[in-house]
Every structure is written in C-alpha cells, then in structure tokens.
T-cell receptor, first 115, second 113 residues
Framework: EPEVTQTPSHQVTQMGQEVILRCVPI?????FYWYRQILGQKVEFLVS????????KSEIFDDQFSVERPDGSNFTLKIRSTKLEDSAMYFC?????????????FGEGSWLTVV | GNSVTQMEGPVTLSEEAFLTINCTYT??????LFWYVQYPGEGLQLLLK?????DKGSNKGFEATYRKETTSFHLEKGSVQVSDSAVYFC????????????FGTGTRLTIIP
C-alpha cells in the first residue's frame, strides 16, 4: 500500500540552526500538510499546500517556517532558526483531493529535538 | 471555529473489557469524522471514519457512529486486547473550504493482561 515517507526519523539540532524535514507524499495526491505534536499534547495543524502554494497556515507557522515542493515528489518543511519550543514530532500528510470525506494519510513523523 | 473534545485519559482496562472513548465535536456544516490511532513509537494511522450522519465506521473490531443530534462520534470495542494499547485521536474535517484536520487531545489507552 502506498505510504507517506518522512526523513529523518529523528534529528537533534542546536538552537538557532536551520532544519529541513523531508517528506515524499503518496504519488497521486494533490494536497499536502505539515502537522506537529509537542510531546504529550494534541496534534496541531501547521500548513496546507496545494498547486505549489500555501493554501492555509496556522498561527504557529510564522516567518521562521517555510514549505517547498522542489520537485515532483518531495515536500519539505524548513525551520530557519530553531527554538527550544520547536521540539516536537512533525508529521507530513497528503490526500488525493480536497473533499471532506477524503482520508488524510500521515507519515511516521520526524522527531525534532532542539537543544 | 471547529473543535473536538475527547474523553480525558489515561484509560486503563483489563483484557477483554468493553471500551468506550467519548468524542464530541463542534463544527460548521456537516463535517467528516475520524478516529486515528498512534501506537507506541509510531505515526498516526487512520482507524476508521464516517462522512455523514448515522454512518458507522468500523475497523479491527472498533466502531463509531456519527450522531448528528448529539454531535458525537464515540469509539467502542467489545473486547479489547493488549495490542490495542495506544493513543486514540478523534478528529474532524469541516466540509466548508479547507481540508485541515482538527484533532482532539488524544486518549491514552493501556490494556493489562
């Protein structure tokens, strides 16, 4: 069964460093997302992406965050200057098209630790 | 705005016990409703979903019925197993505009032999 894949599975970085998290969505999907989950807390929406542009972003997704689809397969989340509070599990997700009944498929997550 | 309220955890049950995890929601329009499961050390997996009122989603012995009148989507299983130990998230997508999932806080379930 096709799946969303994410790399790295775990990254430790120093505060202030740039981090890029990578995702390969399911190949025929058109909508892409990043969510995050701070340890022990709920899963929070960060950003959605469609047709090579951001379609919606949350308050969390400030100027330190950016997303890109550099080629036909990858979808990346960049954090420009990491803060301690960016430590979280980051989930990439995709869905075939924008209909409310569609399932959103998640990757296994990238665990980011900022020290 | 949209919101999901889930039963507070953690929940600890003995094997073969009956499970209910309550979930209620607030949303504009007629949302689609989901239960996701997160096993220890893993990502989010879709457990089941329902897209309209009175639909019942089911998978792996779990069931949930979309109740529009009570705005609820409670998760049930008749006989839980140790392997069901995980965190369960109720979530919705509104059918107006964007496709982002709104999650509940999650309920940690531990099944003891």
């Amino acid at each position: 069964e096709p799946e969303v894949t994410q790399t790295p599975s775990h990254q430790v970085t120093q505060m202030g460093q740039e981090v890029i998290l990578r995702c390969v969505p399911i190949s025929n999907h058109l909508y892409f997302y990043w969510y995050r989950q701070i340890l022990g807390q709920k899963v929070e929406f960060l950003v959605s992406f469609y047709n090579n542009e951001i379609s919606e972003k949350s308050e969390i997704f400030d100027d330190q965050f950016s997303v890109e689809r550099p080629d036909g397969s990858n979808f990346t989340l960049k954090i420009r200057s990491t803060k301690l509070e960016d430590s979280a599990m980051y989930f990439c997700a995709s869905t075939p098209r924008g209909e409310s009944g569609n399932t959103i498929y998640f990757g296994e997550g990238s665990w980011l630790t900022v020290v | 705005g949209n919101s999901v309220t889930q039963m507070e955890g953690p929940v600890t049950l003995s094997e073969e016990a009956f499970l209910t995890i309550n979930c209620t929601y607030t949303a504009t329009g007629y949302p689609s409703l989901f239960w996701y499961v997160q096993y220890p050390g893993e990502g989010l997996q879709l457990l089941l979903k329902a897209t309209k009122a009175d639909d019942k989603g089911s998978n792996k012995g779990f069931e949930a019925t979309y109740r529009k009148e009570t705005t609820s989507f409670h998760l049930e299983k008749g006989s839980v197993q140790v392997s069901d130990s995980a965190v369960y998230f109720c979530a919705l997508i509104s059918n107006f505009g964007n496709e982002k999932l709104t999650f509940g806080t999650g309920t940690r379930l531990t099944i003891i032999p």
